[in-house]
C-alpha cells in the first residue's frame, strides 16, 4: 500500500469542503409565509430595518426623496423619509392632479392625433367594406344605384384584369418567339461549323490519298541506301 501524501491529501479535501459550501450557498431561498409567529415578527423587525437603510443610502447616494411606509400585520404603521413624509406625498398627490387635468383636457397635438385616427379608422372601415362587396359579399344593405355603380366599378375592374392579362401574354409570347429567333440561329451557326469540320476531313482524307498513291511500289519494299554505306 503507497504511503498518502498529507499536505497534498488535505489540498484537495479543503478544495472538496469550498466547493460544497459553494453548493449550499447557491441554493436558493424558497419565499413563502413563515409560520412561527414570533420567527415572522422577528424577521419582520429585522428586514424592515434593513430596508430602511437601503432607502437611506439610495437617497444620499442619488440625492432622491423618498417616502417608506410599511404596515406590520397588526396595523402598525413604520414609515421612512430623509426630508418630510409631508412633503414628498403632497408632492404626489400634486403630480396626481396634474395627470388627471391632461387626461381631461389634452393637449393640441393629441387633439390632432386622435382626429386624425378617427379620420383613419373611418376611412379604413369604407375600404373594407368596399372590399367585400367587391367580392359579392354584404350586398343586402344597398339599393338598387348602389348595386348599378359597384356593377360598373367591377365590370370596370374587370376590364383593367383582362387587359393588363393581354399585355402580360403578349410579352410572354414576344419573349418567347425572340429564344426562338436565338435557338435557330444557333443551330444554323452550329450546322455551318459541322459542315465545315465535315469539308476539312473530306479534304484530310483526298490528300492523304494523293500521297499514298505518288509513292513508287518498288520503294516501298526496298530500303533506303545512303552514299557511305557498304
Given at each position: 500500500?503507497?504511503?498518502?501524501n498529507?499536505?497534498q ?8 469542503g469550498?466547493?460544497?459550501?459553494m453548493?449550499?450557498?447557491?441554493q436558493?431561498?424558497?419565499?413563502k409565509r ?9 424577521t ?5 430595518c ?5 432607502a ?16 406590520s400585520?397588526?396595523?402598525?404603521l413604520?414609515?421612512?423619509s430623509?426630508?418630510?413624509?409631508n ?5 404626489r398627490?400634486?403630480l396626481?392632479t ?14 390632432i ?8 379608422s ?5 375600404k373594407?367594406?368596399?372590399l ?14 348602389e ?5 360598373a366599378?367591377?365590370e ?12 402580360k401574354?403578349?410579352?410572354e409570347?414576344s419573349?418567347?418567339?425572340?429564344k426562338?429567333?436565338?435557338l435557330?440561329?444557333?443551330n ?5 461549323q459541322?459542315?465545315?469540320m465535315?469539308l476539312c ?13 505518288r ?11 545512303f552514299?557511305?554505306?557498304?
Open positions: 500500500m503507497e504511503p498518502v498529507l499536505p491529501y488535505q489540498f484537495f479535501s479543503s478544495l472538496e469550498c466547493d460544497n459550501k453548493r449550499m450557498v447557491r436558493k431561498t424558497q419565499i413563515i409560520e412561527n409567529l414570533a420567527a415572522r415578527q422577528v419582520f423587525s429585522k428586514r424592515r434593513g430596508l430602511f437603510k437601503k437611506q443610502e439610495l437617497c444620499t447616494l442619488c440625492d432622491v426623496d423618498i417616502a417608506l411606509m410599511v404596515f400585520a397588526t396595523g402598525k413604520f414609515h421612512y430623509p426630508s418630510s413624509m412633503q414628498v406625498l403632497e408632492k398627490r400634486l396626481q396634474r395627470n388627471v387635468g391632461e387626461l381631461r383636457h389634452p393637449s393640441q397635438e393629441m387633439q392625433a386622435s382626429r386624425n385616427f378617427g379620420i383613419l373611418k376611412e379604413l372601415a369604407e373594407s367594406t368596399a367585400r362587396q367587391m367580392k359579392g359579399e354584404d350586398l343586402k344593405g344597398l339599393n338598387l344605384k348595386l348599378d355603380k359597384l356593377e366599378m367591377i370596370s375592374g374587370l376590364v383593367k384584369v383582362v387587359k393588363t392579362k393581354e399585355q401574354m403578349l410579352k409570347i419573349t418567347l418567339k425572340e426562338e429567333a436565338q435557330m440561329e444557333e444554323v451557326h452550329l450546322k455551318q459541322f459542315a465545315m465535315h476531313i473530306e479534304k484530310s482524307e483526298i490528300n492523304l490519298k494523293t500521297t499514298t498513291t509513292i513508287p511500289a518498288s520503294n516501298l519494299g526496298n530500303p533506303i541506301k552514299p557511305f554505306s557498304n
